[in-house]
C-alpha cells in the first residue's frame, strides 16, 4: 500500500500540482467566496446585523413582488417548450431532410446570438409595437407583457437549442437507418425509435438551457415587460432604482436556486449519455421526399423570414429619421448622445472584449490543460472540474450582485478593481467560463498521451511540450474561444448591469440607457453596431479555421 502511493506521489509533477493549485485558488476567490457574500447579505439587514429569514419574509409579504415568481417560471417554462421544439425541427430540417439552401438557413439562425437581448425586443418593438410595422397593417398584437416577454425569449433561446439538436443529428450512424429500412420499419418508427431516442440526452440540455436562459434573462422583459414583473427585473429595481441591496441579495439567491436545481438534473441526467458512434459508423443516406422536404423548406423559410425581418426592423428605425412619421433617410441616429455612452461605450465595449477573449482563452485552455494532464491529484481534479461548470448555473445578475458585495468591501486586498475595467473582464472570464473550458477539455482529450511520453524520454520540459504541441494542435478549439468569448463580451448585459462605472459604460449598457431615456432609434442604431463587428469576429474566425483545416490536410497529404 505505501509502494502504491509513494508511486502515485512520484508521477505527479509538483511544477504542474503548484499551478493546479494556484489556478483553483484563484478561481475560488473570484467566483465561490463572491457567492458566499450574496448568501450571507441576504440574512442581513441595511446596518450589518443577523436578521435571519427577515428579508425572504418580507419579500414574500409583498404581493408584487410573490407574483413575480410564478411570472419567471411561466415565461420559462413556455420559452423552453416552444425554443426545444422549434430548435429540434430546425435542426433535423438541415440534418435529416434535403432542404435546399442548408449553409444560408444555418448561419442566419444564429443571427439572435450577435446582439444583446434588449436589441431583440427593440426589434419587436418596430414590428409589434402601438405604432409596429405589422400593427399598423391590421394585426394588433398585445406585445407589453408575457406575450412579448416569451417572443423575445424564443427568439433569444431557439439559436441554443438549435445548435445542441444540429450537432447531435449531424453525427448519426447510418447502419441503424439501414438495417431499419431492410426490415420494412417506416419512417414514423424509425424517427421514434432511433432518432429520438438517439437525441434524448441532447434533449434534457436544451431544456435546462433554455429553461435557464428565459429563467434569467434581464434585456427584454426590461423592454417590453410593461407591469409583468420577473425576478431579473425584481433584482434590478431594487438595486438600481431603490438601492436595497440586501433585499437584492434575496432575489438574487431566489434566481438562484431553480437554475441550480435545473444544472444538477442536467448533470445527473447526462451522467449516463455514452456515445454510440464509433469508427464503423457511417454517413446517414438521405433519400428525397417530396413532401417532406416541403414542409420543412417552408418551416425553415419561415423562422429565417422572421429572423431576417427582426434585424431589418433595427436597421429601419436606426436609419430613418423619425418612424413612423418621418421615413426619410438619416445617419443622425449613429451620433449617439455623450449622456448615455456615446460612441466611447462601443469602443469601450471593445475593449473589454478583446481583453476577455485573450485573457479568458489563455486561462480556460491552461485550467483545461493542467486538469486534464496532469498525473495523480484526484481529489483536487474534481473540485476543478466542479468549479468548472459552476458557472452553467450562475446567472449573469447574481455573479455581478455577488461581486459588488466582495469587491466593494475595502477589507478586500483586490478592492481596487472595483469600478474598473479589470472587474468586467473578470466577470465575462467566469460568467461564460463552462463553455469555452468542456471545448478545450475535447480538444485536449483528442490528443494521444504518446505526445508528452515522447517528449518527457527527450528531456524536454513540460511547458515546452504545452507550447509546442498541445496549443498548435488545439488552435483551432483556442481560435472557437476566444470567438466565443468575445461575442458574448459584446453582447453581454446581466453579467456587468451592476458593475460598469460612470468612467467606463459599454454598448450594451448603453442600450438600456437609451432605452430609458426613450431614444429608441439611437438603440436601433447602436445594435446594427454591435451585430456588425460581432459577424466580422464570426467571418474571422471562419477564413482562419478553413486555412488551419487546409494546412493540416496538406500536411497529412504529404
Known sequence: MKNRLRQKFLRVSLPQAFALASCLAAFTATLVLPLFSLLKKAFLDPAGQFVGFANYLQYFKTPTLRASIGHTFFISI???????????????????????????????????????????????????????????????????????????????????????????LEFADGRLYEAA????????????????????????????????????????????????????????????????????????????????????????????????????????????????????????????????????????????????????????????????????????????????????????????YLLEKTNGLGFLRKYGRLLSVLPLALPGMVIGLSFIFFFNSKQNPLHFIYGSIIILVLSNILHYFSVPFLTASASLKKLDSEFENAAECLGAPRWKTFLRVSVPLCLPAILEIVMYYFVNSMVTVSAVVFLYSADFRIASIALTHMEEAGDISQAAAMSLLILGINLLARLAYEVTARGLRRKSQQKERL
Open 78 to 168: 413556455v420559452t423552453m417548450a416552444g425554443s426545444v421544439a422549434l430548435g429540434f425541427a430546425y435542426a433535423y430540417a438541415l440534418t435529416r431532410t434535403r432542404v435546399p439552401g442548408k449553409t444560408f438557413f444555418k448561419y442566419v439562425a444564429l443571427l439572435p446570438v450577435f446582439i444583446p437581448t434588449i436589441a431583440h425586443a427593440i426589434g419587436l418593438v418596430y414590428l409589434l409595437g402601438r405604432q409596429g410595422l405589422i400593427t399598423r397593417l391590421g394585426l394588433p398584437v398585445a406585445l407589453y407583457g408575457p406575450g412579448g416577454i416569451i417572443l423575445s425569449e424564443l427568439i433569444f433561446t431557439f439559436p441554443q437549442a438549435f445548435l445542441m439538436f444540429y450537432v447531435a
Open 181 to 368: 429500412g431492410v426490415m420494412g420499419v417506416g419512417p414514423l418508427r424509425r424517427f421514434f425509435r432511433i432518432t429520438l431516442p438517439e437525441v434524448k440526452f441532447t434533449l434534457g440540455s436544451a431544456c435546462f438551457v433554455c429553461f435557464t436562459l428565459a429563467f434569467t434573462d434581464f434585456g427584454a422583459p426590461k423592454v417590453i415587460g410593461g407591469s409583468y414583473n420577473v425576478l431579473a427585473t425584481d433584482i434590478y429595481k431594487q438595486v438600481s432604482g431603490q438601492f436595497d441591496m440586501n433585499m437584492g441579495a434575496v432575489v438574487g439567491t431566489l434566481l438562484l436556486i431553480p437554475a441550480v436545481l435545473c444544472f444538477l438534473g442536467d448533470r445527473l441526467f447526462t451522467s449516463k449519455n455514452e456515445s454510440a458512434l464509433n469508427a464503423r459508423a457511417t454517413k446517414l443516406n438521405i433519400k428525397p421526399s417530396l413532401a417532406r422536404d416541403s414542409f420543412f423548406f417552408l418551416l425553415c423559410a419561415a423562422v429565417t423570414l422572421c429572423l431576417l425581418v427582426l434585424v431589418a426592423a433595427l436597421c429601419m428605425g436606426a436609419l430613418v429619421k423619425f418612424y413612423p412619421y418621418d421615413m426619410n433617410f438619416t445617419w443622425k441616429h449613429f451620433q449617439f448622445n455623450a449622456s448615455t455612452g456615446g460612441i466611447g461605450s462601443y469602443f469601450n465595449s471593445l475593449k473589454m472584449s478583446v481583453w476577455t477573449a485573450v485573457l479568458g482563452a489563455a486561462f480556460v485552455f491552461a485550467v483545461a
